[in-house]
């Protein structure tokens, strides 16, 4: 799934079932998947509990940020905070092979979540990968930060 670096792919709920009559029959009446590859690991989530996924280009170190902090990146003229999925979920070693990163939102801001490689949507059956819990990655990236993980958090509420 090559895309231009910077590109967005949104996943919407509503597209998805607009265009349901279009997979192949295979997964007719089932529930894609996003499926992302993380490490060793494949991690699967709804695409509805994302905000998309865009092609990782450039990130900003920020100087004595928690270990799972990958930086600052850009996206449609906003800068937000992009946290290494494999270091919050206690991966072993650290990953400079990013390219993707999954878009959540929280406290009215972006926030990123670094990883590998991107297979596609599939329609799940059983447990072919990992559930990703997209509420858990924001949790523990507040907890590591020890405050909110958006640009300017000061560990305030919004």
């Known amino acids: 799934m090559d895309r231009e670096p910077g590109t967005t792919i949104a996943f919407p709920h509503d597209m998805l079932e607009a265009h349901r009559e279009a997979l192949p029959s295979i997964v007719a009446g ?17 695409p509805a509990e994302i905000d998309g996924v865009a092609r990782l280009e450039r990130i900003t170190k920020i100087p004595r ?12 003229s906003r800068v937000f905070p992009v946290w290494d999925i494999g270091g919050l979920l206690g991966a072993p070693g650290k990953n400079d092979d990013l390219g993707w990163v999954l878009l959540l939102e929280a406290h009215g801001e972006k926030v990123g979540f670094a990883f590998e490689r991107l297979p596609g949507l599939f329609a799940m059956s059983g447990s072919e990968a990992d559930r990703l819990e997209p ?24």
């Open 30 to 46: 089932e529930s894609l998947s996003l499926v992302i590859g993380v490490r060793e690991r494949e991690l699967w989530l709804p």
């Open 65 to 76: 940020a928690p270990r799972a902090l990958v930086g600052l990146a850009g996206l449609h």
């Open 135 to 158: 509420a858990g990655l924001l949790a523990e990236a507040e907890r590591r930060l020890g405050a909110r993980p958006v640009p300017g958090g000061n560990g305030e509420g919004s």
